[in-house]
């Protein structure tokens, strides 16, 4: 550790450092045009890099603090989201990681900060040992709607599990069916436009939840390089009180990224509508939403029949002072899939 140093700087000006270091780091590699997606638009504040480089100016590492719009109690904050924490595989265990997130703490102190990270198992421990508290496990609520894949592996009769298929979904349609989805209604949006702002700024902001006004989904969801979302509104007669986002990967797995009511009574009509229209399409497999484990529809989830699945997944924050932790662990939170890749 004698011959590493740590620097602090934008990302303007250092955009193809941030995007060599992280791809060298990654299984998955990423674009330039991702990577400014991501930390020029939509941030609060003017992003941060905190850098690993040995005495000779060699880069060797790095990590982001990118700030987004946080609602706290009916109150907006700067919240800095921890993200592409990058070291050389040839000097991971040796504690430098250790030393980088003090250096981001440090930062984290010195402006009154509150910060949160979804980190892999490796980074997490980490993190703990430097003073990040877990706040909660990120978990998946997941309804099977073709259990066919899963069946064949433990009966070998294709004929047999084809038929058990067909009699599931049929049972599944017919008890849906029965849900109470009377003056609901679903439509698709090609965009975000205004009634968005107008169903935010009515919804109630007592937790800790990311700010979906208008311009936020659009950049997050409208604007994403290379992926399309699908976004489907819901109305209580002619009144848009709510909408889910998702996006179907290539297992056929419908995944909702986001999830949002004006009044939590609407879930399950919601959950109902969705499900009797992600039916329709034969070859979903299952419908999974990713949350916060103690997530405000955890309750409404369960009754409309998703199945709770624990991950390894957590959510770890940070604070500038022993006051701010404390709030952060009070107020109860809101995570959605698209608060991963922020």
């Known amino acids: 550790m004698d011959n590493i140093n740590f620097s ?7 955009e ?35 850098w690993v480089q040995q005495f000779d100016g060699t880069i060797v590492g790095m990590a982001s603090l990118i700030f987004r719009r946080f609602w706290m109690n009916n109150e907006v904050h700067d919240f800095a989201v921890l993200g592409d924490i990058s070291l050389n ?4 265990g040796k504690g430098i990681s250790k030393e980088l997130f003090k250096v981001i703490n440090s930062y984290i102190e010195s402006h009154n900060c509150y910060a949160f990270v979804m980190p892999n198992f490796i980074a997490s ?13 990120f978990v998946s609520y997941v309804y099977i709607i073709d259990p066919i894949k899963k069946l064949l592996q433990y009966l070998p009769d294709r004929k047999e599990v084809v038929l058990i298929g067909k009699l599931y979904r049929y049972l599944i349609n017919y008890k849906i069916s029965f849900k109470k989805t009377l003056n609901y209604s679903m439509q698709y949006s090609n965009g975000f436009d205004e009634s968005f702002d107008a169903l935010w700024i009515d919804l109630p902001k007592q937790g800790v939840m990311r700010d979906r006004c208008a311009s936020s989904l659009r950049w997050r969801y409208g604007n994403y390089p290379n992926k399309k979302y699908s976004v489907i509104k819901f109305l209580k007669g002619d009144l848009f009180i709510g909408y889910i986002i998702y996006k179907i990967d290539n297992n056929n797995i419908c995944i909702v990224y986001d999830i949002l009511a004006k009044k939590e ?8 509508l969705f499900l009797k229209h992600q039916l329709k399409n034969k070859m979903i497999s299952m419908v999974r939403i990713p949350m916060n484990e ?12 998703f199945m709770r699945r624990d991950e390894n997944n957590i959510i770890q924050v940070y604070a500038a002072s022993s006051y701010y932790l404390r709030q952060l662990n009070t107020y109860r939170w809101f995570n959605t899939a698209g608060d991963k890749d922020v």
């Open 265 to 272: 009574e609407d879930i399950c009509p919601i959950l109902s």
């Open 8 to 14: 602090i700087s934008n990302y303007k000006g250092y």
């Open 125 to 137: 421990k980490s993190l703990s040992s430097t003073g990040w508290v877990t706040k909660e496990r």
């Open 16 to 50: 193809d450092k941030v995007l060599h270091i992280r791809n060298q780091n990654r299984p998955e590699m990423v674009s330039r045009t991702y990577l400014d997606w991501r930390y020029l638009n939509d941030s609060s504040l003017p992003p941060v890099i905190f």
């Open 89 to 92: 595989s040839e000097l991971r």
């Open 294 to 305: 103690n997530n405000y529809y955890s309750n409404s989830l369960k009754r409309s029949g």
